[in-house]
Nanobody, 124 residues
């Protein structure tokens, strides 16, 4: 059974940084696409970033391009989201998701496995 556990959320001032982690377990993820989504209060869940587990191909939403960096550590089965220059509009619950094929999808319906989410709050 696939398990995804996020950590690293918290409260940070605008302009600050946070690094989220997603520890994956339960199977071999070599052909998976791993992604980060977020959901702000009253809004739909939206795609943030994704990385292929095996090849390292990376995708970003336009809203975070240049500020966020997604990476993975195969030895630790962990995916990271480094968030810099945070803005108040980045406030949301951030979710890690896994898709059992390497092809890209920005729709949440394309992902089979989800973590429980971690809250990120950016204050002014």
């Amino acid at each position: 059974q696939v398990q995804l556990v996020e950590s690293g959320g918290g409260l940070v001032q605008a302009g600050g940084s946070l690094r989220l982690s997603c520890a994956a377990s339960g199977r071999t993820f070599s052909n998976y696409l791993m992604a980060w989504f977020r959901q702000a209060p009253g809004k739909e869940r939206e795609f943030v970033a994704a990385v292929t587990w095996g090849g390292g191909t990376i995708y970003y939403a336009d809203s975070v391009q240049g500020r966020f960096t997604v990476s993975r550590d195969n030895a630790k089965n962990t995916v990271y989201l480094q968030m810099n220059s945070l803005k108040q509009e980045d406030t949301a619950v951030y979710y890690c998701a896994a898709r059992p094929v390497a092809s890209f999808s920005r729709s949440e319906r394309g992902y089979d496995y989800w973590g429980q989410g971690t809250q990120v709050t950016v204050s002014s």
